[in-house]
């Protein structure tokens, strides 16, 4: 009987204190953690999953690397300054706050090579253009040349995928003014000699903007792939033939400064992916 007696009241106890837990839990949940958005379980998805690529071991090691760089002082105080003071309208997410490394498809026939990452962006998403006003002019396009699984892109688990395509970055930390030092781009330079190493199927190398241009040309001569730089000059639109059967294309960068201005228009950037497509072999969209 006394038995009997205990293991009741330690069931009342085990029940009492369940339910103190759960109003607990539940108290918490309900706390604003994130943006309408963006719940909580993807703002720590965000902070703490490394993107992977399971079909490229070579390129899912290249970007565990990435994430945990630590060459350039400057930029890694910046960018984790950034994600602690954080932006209004984004003072319940955990910012990523780490370098940002490449994202899309393992198997890649097309590389799309920007500058670096936003600080309030891909600084705080963790994906390349994704997150800020340049994600939200490029990815629908990226979708209707057939590259991208849907139009928006704004957190890292938001189902987005790249089909034939790979995005990354000249610089993979976010710059104080959007402007990298000479030494801090020379530093990042041999992740993009890995990455495209890493994809053998490559082949075309779309730049946004002249910065990438120029750097995906510092790649061609650091990797002796051309003797001199000769007539590889940045322009929207231009394009050229590169060893290895590859192709080097260039494009404005989809800044809001160039898109709100008109420098930059959804039809002319539409152009040159449709274009990649073509000299990369793909079926036309």
Same mark, same amino acid.
């Given at each position: ?103 899309? @498809?393992?198997?890649? *026939? ?7 990452? +936003? &600080?309030?962006? =891909?600084?705080?998403?963790? /994906? ?95 990797? @002796?792939?051309?003797? *001199? ?7 929207? +639109? &231009?394009?050229? =033939?590169?060893?290895?059967? /590859? ?39």
């Amino acid at each position: 009987m006394g038995a009997r007696k205990s293991f009741v009241r330690l069931s009342m106890e085990f029940v009492s204190r369940v339910g103190r837990t759960g109003a607990c839990v539940n108290a918490f949940l309900k706390r604003p953690h994130s943006t309408p958005h963006v719940p909580f379980r993807i703002a720590l998805y965000n902070r703490h999953v490394p993107p992977a690529a399971t079909e490229n071991p070579a390129l899912a090691a290249l970007n565990q690397r990435i994430v945990t760089c630590n060459l350039c002082p400057r930029l890694r105080d910046h960018s984790i300054a950034v994600a602690e003071k954080k932006r209004r309208a984004f003072a319940s997410w955990v910012y990523w706050g780490k370098p940002v490394p490449s994202f899309g @498809d393992p198997r890649a *026939r097309v590389l799309f090579v920007g500058l670096a990452p +936003g &600080a309030h962006g =891909s600084n705080r998403t963790g /994906r390349p253009f994704t997150g800020d006003g340049s994600g939200d002019f490029l990815y629908p396009l990226l979708h209707r040349a057939g590259f991208a699984s849907q139009p928006t892109s704004t957190h890292r688990g938001d189902g987005m995928q790249l089909r034939d395509a790979q995005i990354t970055s000249v610089v993979r930390c976010a710059p104080p003014g959007n402007k990298p030092l000479p030494d801090e781009i020379a530093r990042c330079a041999p992740f993009l000699d890995e990455e495209i190493a890493a994809l053998p199927e490559l082949r075309a190398i779309v730049c946004l903007g002249r910065i990438a241009f120029d750097g995906v040309v510092a790649h061609l001569l650091r990797t @002796d792939q051309i003797e *001199r730089r000769g007539p590889l000059v940045f322009g929207h +639109g &231009a394009e050229y =033939s590169i060893p290895g059967n /590859r192709w080097l294309l260039a494009s404005y960068h989809p800044s809001l400064q160039n898109t709100n201005t008109g420098k930059l228009t959804a039809a002319m950037m539409l152009r040159v992916f449709r274009r990649a497509r073509t000299l990369a072999g793909l079926p036309a969209i």
